[in-house]
Structure formats: C-alpha cells, structure tokens
C-alpha cells in the first residue's frame, strides 16, 4: 500500500522529497561476517527440517524430536539459539539433542545436510506411522506406475506419434518424464522407509 508508507514517510520530520524517489539508505557501518554465516546456517538448517515436515506430511502442530550434529563452536550458536530452532521447525524444545556424534538411531532417521559441519537427523516415528507411510506410498507407486505405462503406450503407438499433433507427442513425452522421476523417487522413499521397519 504505497500511498499509506508515502503518507508516514511525509509525516517524519525534515522529508522534502517523495519516498519513491529517495535514495536508499547506506550505512558505513562494519558487517559482522561471522555472525552473518552463523544466521545462514540456522536459516539453512530450519528451512531443511521445515522441507522434511513437509514431504512426510506433518501435521503442522506436532512437535517432533531432533538430533544436531556438529562441531563445539557450531553447537555453541546452535544452543543459543535452540528456543527460536525449536519455534520456527516446530520441534520439541525438551527433546532437541545437540551432540558431536551421530545419533544411536541414526539408521531410523531422516539425515539433514544443513551445512558444512551442521546435520539434523530426525526420527522417522515421531513424524509418521511408518507401516501406514509404505502402505501409502505402495499404493501412489502403482498408481505411478499404471500411469506411466498408460502414457508409453501411446508414445509407443506409431498411428499416435505420427498423427498427433507435434505439441501434443511433446506433452505426452514431458509427462512420462515426469512420471518416471516420480516414480523413481517414491520408489527410493519407499526403500527407505522399509529398512527402517526391517532394522
């Protein structure tokens, strides 16, 4: 709402000039690059922990357990900053392990890369029931699959490929493409969550 900020802007005191056409204020102030780092690596780690609740579907209220690996002086920012960690991901602040080590359950873990030195691992049993998630997923990858068998059918159809339209063969190509990477993907989530069962 530009007009409002124009109106608070010509409200201060000693503004000549319109807001839209005012320089951008500069500052000779030092930038304190160790601090920024440490921001980007909290940012990263939320962001990827936020990615992992949501590909497993979380419900956005359920607070889960983590486990942070990383060096001395990481963990050291990490734990100061553990109630905001804690609130922007969603986590239980009481069950947030910041160790140097991996996880005795690391094998039963979804394994986070947040930065150079900063891992998260989170347990798969606090976010999903795990024989209800590959029940899931079993039934999306035959879904998947009888899609993308549907979908090589018609390219393999020469009376298709030579009749149709180019865009049309093109558009059938993009979405076997993007069935087959699905399919591949949900096939490697799939594995993954059986081995958790299986150990």
Same mark, same amino acid.
């Given at each position: 709402?530009?007009?409002?900020?124009e109106?608070?802007?010509?409200?201060?005191p000693?503004?000549?000039d319109?807001?839209?056409?005012?320089?951008w204020?500069?500052?000779?102030?030092?930038?304190?690059?160790?601090?920024?780092?440490r921001f980007?690596?909290?940012?990263?780690?939320?962001r990827?922990?936020r990615?992992?609740?949501a590909?497993?579907?979380v419900?956005p @209220?359920k607070?889960?357990? !983590?486990?942070? *690996?990383a060096?001395?002086?990481?963990? =050291?920012?990490i $734990? /100061?900053e553990?109630?905001?960690?804690?609130?922007?991901?969603k986590?239980?602040?009481q069950?947030?392990?910041l160790t140097?080590?991996l996880?005795?359950?690391a094998?039963?873990?979804?394994?986070?890369?947040?930065d150079?030195?900063?891992e @998260?691992?989170?347990?798969? !049993?606090?976010m *999903?029931?795990?024989?209800?998630?590959v =029940?899931?997923l $079993? /039934?999306r990858?035959?879904k998947?699959?009888?899609?993308?068998?549907?979908?090589?059918?018609?390219?393999?159809?020469p009376s298709?490929?030579?009749?149709?339209p180019?865009?049309?063969?093109?558009?059938?190509?993009?979405?076997?493409?993007? @069935?087959?990477?699905?399919i591949?993907?949900?096939?490697?989530?799939?594995?993954?969550l059986q081995?958790?069962?299986?150990?």
């Amino acid at each position: 709402m530009p007009f409002v900020t124009e109106e608070l802007w010509q409200a201060l005191p000693y503004r000549k000039d319109a807001l839209i056409v005012a320089p951008w204020p500069s500052t000779d102030l030092p930038k304190n690059l160790l601090s920024i780092k440490r921001f980007q690596n909290l940012q990263s780690l939320i962001r990827g922990i936020r990615n992992v609740r949501a590909e497993y579907s979380v419900e956005p @209220a359920k607070r889960i357990s !983590a486990s942070v *690996v990383a060096t001395v002086d990481v963990l =050291e920012y990490i $734990s /100061k900053e553990k109630q905001v960690l804690a609130l922007l991901s969603k986590l239980d602040a009481q069950n947030i392990n910041l160790t140097e080590s991996l996880p005795g359950d690391a094998n039963q873990c979804v394994h986070i890369v947040a930065d150079e030195g900063l891992e @998260a691992y989170l347990p798969l !049993a606090d976010m *999903v029931d795990v024989s209800a998630e590959v =029940e899931r997923l $079993s /039934k999306r990858l035959s879904k998947l699959q009888t899609e993308y068998d549907t979908l090589l059918a018609r390219l393999s159809s020469p009376s298709f490929v030579e009749k149709a339209p180019e865009n049309i063969v093109r558009g059938v190509r993009e979405k076997a493409s993007e @069935a087959e990477e699905k399919i591949s993907l949900t096939k490697n989530r799939l594995t993954f969550l059986q081995s958790t069962v299986s150990t």
